[in-house]
């Protein structure tokens, strides 16, 4: 992981240089904030760090769903949406149409969708892909992450196999990936395999625990472009929107964001070998390669989960003193309990768990600003489930 984090920080430095980021860029914007040169900057190094044509990074996207459902909006009725990767997200199911009531889903509004589930052992059917990418497919989607199931995620090497079984059996088919959790995680992302769209959440991998706020979305700059005018008005796109002064933050955030990464990726290996050794099972294994932030272990019960949340928490900077309990959320049919005793709400790059009450119980352990607290975490949790420790 060492040389991985070196390589990436590396790009990002240089990504900065190309970008000429200088002091005047941390300067605040206010009204339309036209010609906001900090806004310029940003969007620059995201395009450099992510090999795009183009980058859209606003405080504006609220959220990873957001981000992505920005990328969805530009389909047209009657245009054709196949997920290459299963179901997707609790949120994105909402978004698409497939459960939930909104009028403004996908469905709702004339998009044809499909899905084409993972094979047995968690792969991408690339078979069945060739079958259920057409002609008339606009547009296929991949989930770089497990989200709140127990497959793997897709390493970069896995996408671009995918990718290539798209573009075979329909070469003008966008290829859009949701890369929340996954960045900095590997050497390549997704456009690097092939892919025409990514997007993702700023208070996840690349704001590095310092962004407060955003999302992103990067990639060909026709598309990144239509995806502006979705977030603003058809004419305006990306050409206005302040930053509310946190340029520097986002920047600073970015280039902290490989080391970051690094660190939650040494935190979810150390929990992975705690786990299985305990007798739980776990995905990934310790030894497996990862391509996201994310550690599932699976508990079995509803009490022994909710005491791992419990724990999670009570190890937290902010918070330790609350008990996370199942309740509603926005956007999921299941309660969802989630412990983030974080410096800045819902932030999955800071040390984090949270999981849907249902069978079998899986918690999703992830993020960590040092290893340190990862591992002293664990010793919070352990004796919260139970397990008795060496003073």
Not at 39 to 64: D, H, K, N, T
Not at 123 to 140: E, P
Request: hydrophobic residues 40%; contains cysteine.
């Amino acid at each position: 992981m060492e040389s991985v984090v070196l390589a990436n920080q590396e790009k990002v430095l240089k990504a900065f240089h190309a970008a000429r980021v200088a002091s005047h860029s941390f300067g605040e914007s206010t009204g339309y904030a036209y010609s906001d040169q900090g806004r310029e900057a940003l969007e620059e190094v995201y395009r450099q760090v992510f090999r795009a044509e183009a980058a859209l990074c606003r405080p504006q996207i609220v959220s990873g769903t957001h981000a992505i459902s920005l990328c969805l909006s530009i389909l047209e009725p009657g245009d054709e949406l196949v997920s290459v990767s299963g179901p997707p997200y609790d949120t994105l199911q909402a978004v698409i149409g497939t459960r939930g009531a909104s009028p403004r889903s996908l469905i709702k509004r004339g998009i044809i969708y499909k899905e084409v589930p993972l094979t047995r052992e968690g792969s991408l059917d690339l078979a069945a892909i060739s079958q259920q990418v057409t002609s008339s497919t606009k547009m296929a989607i991949f989930q770089r992450s497990r989200g709140y199931s127990w497959r793997r995620s897709l390493s970069i090497a896995h996408l671009a196999e995918g990718i290539k079984a798209v573009r075979s059996a329909n070469p003008s088919c966008i290829i859009f990936v949701d890369n929340c959790y996954g960045e900095f995680v590997e050497l390549l992302e997704p456009l690097e395999a092939g892919a025409d769209l990514i997007a993702g959440s700023l208070i996840k991998n690349p704001g590095g625990t310092l962004a407060v706020s955003g999302g992103y979305i990067a990639g060909r700059r026709d598309l990144v472009n239509l995806c502006a005018e979705v977030l603003t008005a058809p004419s305006l796109g990306g050409k206005l929107g302040s930053t509310f002064g946190l340029t520097r933050s986002l920047l600073h955030g970015l280039f902290l964001a490989p080391h970051v990464v690094g660190e939650a990726i040494y935190g979810a290996v150390l929990a992975a070998e705690v786990f299985r050794t305990l007798g739980y099972e776990v995905s990934p294994l310790p030894e497996e390669p990862r391509t996201d932030i994310v550690q599932a272990i699976k508990f079995g019960s509803e009490e022994e989960l909710l005491s791992f949340c419990r724990g999670v928490q009570k190890a937290a900077p902010v918070d330790a003193h609350y008990t996370p309990v199942p309740s509603p959320m926005p956007g999921y049919v299941d309660e969802v309990v989630m412990a983030g005793g974080t410096f800045i709400q819902g932030s999955s790059i800071e040390l984090s768990a949270d999981a849907p009450l249902r069978p079998p119980y899986i918690g999703y352990l992830q993020g960590g600003m040092s290893r340190q607290h990862v591992e002293i975490a664990l010793r919070f949790v352990l004796r919260e489930m139970g397990f008795e420790l060496d003073a």
